[in-house]
């Protein structure tokens, strides 16, 4: 089965959120303070991403994470609206490669690079499962 997507550079893809009492830092045991967690900026970005992917893939196929590196530069406290944008910056064959961004009501809080695979879904889930 090839893989054979309209993914390309350029494309981009935005997801919205809410920071509440459920993704601070203190509640997802990655910091003591009530503000958004690092992870769960990490894991919207990755949404962003992973949208934009699903999106452009053929049946049977679908993206899976392989790479994040991120900074969270600013704090955002629970009440606050939060987005993340997803950018293609390069395909080669299987392999995405994107550009991350969060932001806030106020600012940009976080920024980094993204990268995701092309796999089929059976194939690689049986693959997995073979772990049991």
């Not at 054979?4 to 893809?13: C, D, E, L, P």
């Not at 790479?67 to 009440?79: E, F, K, N, Y």
Request: glycine share 8%; hydrophobic share 45%.
């Amino acid at each position: 089965m090839e893989f054979k997507s309209n993914i390309a550079a350029g494309m981009t893809h935005e997801v919205h959120g809410a920071v509440t009492e459920e993704n601070t830092a203190r509640a997802v045991g990655s910091g003591s303070l009530d503000v958004y967690a690092t992870p769960c900026m990490a894991a919207l970005m990755e949404r962003a991403a992973a949208e934009l992917c699903q999106r452009e893939c053929p049946a049977g196929w679908t993206t899976v994470g392989t790479a994040l590196s991120i900074a969270h530069r600013a704090a955002t406290p629970v009440g606050l609206s939060v987005r993340a944008v997803a950018a293609v910056t390069a395909v080669d064959g299987r392999k995405i490669r994107l550009k991350v961004t969060a932001y806030d009501a106020c600012e940009e809080i976080g920024a980094g690079t993204h990268e995701r695979f092309a796999v089929a879904s059976e194939k690689f889930m049986a693959k997995a499962e073979g772990k049991r």
